[in-house]
């Protein structure tokens, strides 16, 4: 692909500021580039090892010839209660998916609240039924917790560290470093309405939608591609970030370039008003129940088949492919023909979406 | 022992409300009997599993017969930094500590992060190198992590949320629930300087004290002493609620009478002159680097020797033992002779403490 070719256009707009002096600010938070910037410049130099370096959404270890993937998430999500879910079930699924984008096949989660003074239980109770149901629809059992209380405006209302273990089939061997050129990126459905059905939930529309959060657990879906198909490559879920940030994760960590084509991404139309009306690209919009898969080219049909014939992965597509060039980069074929690099998210578009 | 004797002393003074309708109150984070009322009432019952149920440091679970030892452990201390440590510091040993408790060697520790918008990078960086030490000292590696970012006053600096792995060896069977009557009870130090340091950090004792936060890894201490007896039925480490809360718990699970030497329980002078002029008593002040072991008397002395060589041991001390009655329920025998019943912290001491 020559460069003539390419439209450059930078990272979505940052309605947030970017830096303050030395300081903490919002974009440290979203999962783009100033998250990634703050794990490699801030926590990796101390804490390196080899299992953090991988970057990956679960850390995978071995002990006594079995292979595990663990994962943390802290969920901050404001408000508590949108359309299609909660915090309880963001809580479970986005562990559950995390530990399971590993190949791994969840088992055990623990849950870590902190709640602010003040709190209603009856608000604490729904949010724990919600994990319950959550946890049953997954097949794990919630097997430690914690609770912390701090003051009345030290917290907003509650939030949850949910930690999660699964274990990890002979054979298997999944990671951001491993999609190969010629591979193919199968998306599992629409893009973009877990962020929009939050920001929805805010009030701060001015006008009504019906968009519903994606979440949800991805770990059966995961478990059918596993027996479909030995040559799953990658596996990730687009969430902070959103699809753009999580295909530059993986263009960076395996040194290769992903083509995706505009129009075989599935938005929502009323997802697609919404970032218009605001400026958002949803390309950076969080998902929380939407599958990347990166498989050699062989079994994308069948694997498609299989994704397809599941509830959470009805929508299915193939996005695009893996090239050798441009290492690390990302370009999308748009429907007016021509390319544009997609680039990371900098900065925050919408904050504590999950 | 007949009733007459006793004197019935209720928890401690507690400055801080116990209830406010159907609202959490900072009660509830106490470690004590809230914090216990709410994890029964509320968490349990829609959450309900063995290992949740066992109501232990760690829950324990089996992956192809490896046993291993799971908890979590949300940090919110105020302040960050305080005689003896900070939050990273507290952060990798409570969740190391509640890990090994069940007998298990702790291999590998994750961190979830919630910023609070302003905070100041270097700060950061300290409290990271802190939790880096401690791994170290600790031989645990931190293999996965989370960053998040809420809205200025909408978290107090930053919280740490710590989750542990441990393997527990074959033939270690270590629970709350397994005092039996004529088990002894070793204290591994003196009680109260983590509570006590902490709060001379927030500055509102109206004076200075030299007291040290005792916060420390324990697992090298519990790897010696199940090297050197196979007759360990209980571990905990007295942090929340202080000793008298961790030795109710013993009492509760294994359903024994507790019977402690008021006088053989090692209390700084400069906390028991802390404790005497803020009426609080040290029985119920948090520790961070402290070890109850209950054991078969028969191997009692050969454990004190062992924990008397080891740095966190150097004060070990046996300090009662395990009665057949009154069940539930924890005794004191007082300097002056008398008998005292030692309750369940109630409501909040000190809050933020860990």
Known sequence: MSNDEQVTIEGPVCPLPLTHGNQIVMGHGSGGRMSHELITGLFLPPLDNPILRAGDDGGVIEVNKNRFSISTDSHVVWPLFFPGGDIGRLAVCGTVNDVAMMGARPLYLTAGFILEEGLDIETLEKVIASMRSAAEEAGVLIIAGDTKVVQKGKADSLYINTTGIGLIQNGIDIGGARAIPGDVVILSGSIGDHGIAVLGARGDLGFETDIQSDVAPLNHLIAAI?????????????????????????????????VIQEESILIKPAVNSVCELLGFDPLYVA???????????????????????????????????????????VLMKTSIGSTRVVDMLTGEMLPRIC
Chains 1, 2 share one sequence.
């Open 226 to 258: 596993l027996q479909t198909s030995n040559r799953i490559h990658v596996m990730r879920d687009p969430t902070r970030g959103g699809l753009a940030t999580s295909l530059n994760e993986i263009a960076r960590q395996s040194q290769v370039g992903i």
């Open 287 to 329: 998902n929380e129940g939407k599958l990347i898969v990166v498989l050699a080219r062989e079994d994308a049909q069948q694997v498609l088949m299989t994704m397809r014939n599941q509830h959470y992965g009805a929508d299915s597509v193939i996005i695009g492919e893996i090239c050798s060039e441009p290492q690390g980069r």
